[in-house]
C-alpha cells in the first residue's frame, strides 16, 4: 500500500466533528482478526506498611506492592512516583529502612487504589460494598465523562486526574460542578449532540465486567 493511500483516511486538526468519529469511519469495515478478550482478574495491593518486621537492606515497588487493573494505565505511573520517593529518601543520606519506604509509598498509593477500585465498582457484576461516597462518586464520574466529551476544560481537567497531575477532589471544584450541570443544556453543533453522545456511551460487556479488577 502506498503512503498516500495510508493516510488519506487520517483526520487533520479542526476536522473532528464529534466523539463519536472514529466509530463511524469504522463502522461497516471488515475485521481482519477476531476479537481478543480483556483478562485481568483483579487489582492486589499489599500492606507492607502493617508488617512489624521486614528484611533489613530490601525494599519492593511496582506491581510487587499495588498491581493496578491495567485498563486505567495507572500502574506504570504509581511505580514512577514510588522510584522518585525512593530518590528522595537516598537524598537525604544514610540507608532507607523499610517501615519507613513502606510508610511513604502506602500515602502514594491510597488516591490511584481509591480511584481503580471505585470505578471498578461502577460495573454491577463486580463484587464489593458499595459505599455513598463510591455510589455518589461514580454517578457524578458519568455524568462529567458524558459533558467532557463536548467541553475541553473538563476533558483536561478529568485527563489530569487520570494521569495523576491533579489529585481526584480538584474534579469536585465548584466550577467544575458547574460545568458538568450546564453541560446537558447546550446544543452541540447542527443537531447532533444529542445523538453523539448516545452513540458514544459505553454499554457493559458482561463478559468484561466479571473480569473486571475488585478490591
Known sequence: ????????????????????????????AEPLTDPVPFRFPASVRRRYERLRRFPERLLVIGDAVCSFNPIYGQGITVA??????LRRLLARGGSVRPQRWFRSIARLVDVP??????????FPQVPGRRT???????????????????????ATAFVRVVGMVDRPETLLRPDRMLRVLRSGRAEWPRGRRARSRRDARVRPDPDRDRRAAVP
Open 1 to 28: 500500500m502506498d503512503r498516500g493511500a495510508l493516510t488519506s483516511g487520517f483526520a487533520r486538526p479542526g476536522t473532528l466533528d464529534g466523539p463519536n468519529y472514529a466509530e463511524r469511519r469504522i463502522r461497516g
Open 80 to 85: 514512577a512516583l514510588e522510584a522518585t520517593t
Open 113 to 122: 487504589w481509591d480511584v481503580t477500585v471505585g470505578s471498578d465498582l461502577a
Open 132 to 154: 455513598a461516597k463510591i455510589r455518589f462518586v461514580n454517578a457524578y464520574l458519568d455524568k462529567l465523562q458524558a459533558a467532557a466529551e463536548f467541553d475541553a476544560t473538563l
